[in-house]
């Protein structure tokens, strides 16, 4: 079979020659949200400190992913509320405010990302939202 026939280009590649990252991937559509927020709590682990790692708190089996997926869709919708109104509906009473700006600031940042550049910040981001509620305290 020849290489026209096989699909391939006369130096041996397959396909047309435009490139995957040319056309939009699912999950940066509006309907991949969840995707997106499971790729960020997945990747959030990689921003902890590298000691922590091995912690069960911070390991998302599937329960804890449908918490974090659950959640992060009510903070997406909830992006309007003010910050105490946020706090009162949605974080535990002795939530910081710093926590609850991060992790706010995590969820927008899924909402909003176009790129893998833009899931790895918001990985960063809730992260950092972790490590303000303290690692001991997360999986509350």
Known sequence: MS??????????WFGH???VESQ?????EPAGLERRIDTVAH??????????????????????????????????????????TFAARFADPRASDAAI???RAA???????TTHQGLMAASAQFAAGMLVVGLDRWPG
């Open 3 to 12: 290489w026209e026939d096989q699909g391939r280009q006369a130096h041996g």
């Open 17 to 19: 020659g435009t490139a």
């Open 24 to 28: 939009p991937e699912p999950i940066f």
């Open 43 to 84: 990747g959030a682990q990689m921003h902890l400190p590298r000691k922590d790692w091995h912690r069960s708190a911070i390991a998302f089996d599937g329960r804890r992913l449908e918490q974090i997926r659950r959640a992060m869709l009510a903070w997406v919708a909830a992006r309007g509320f003010d910050d105490a």
């Open 101 to 103: 700006q991060v992790l």
């Open 107 to 113: 969820a927008d940042a899924t909402r909003t990302a």
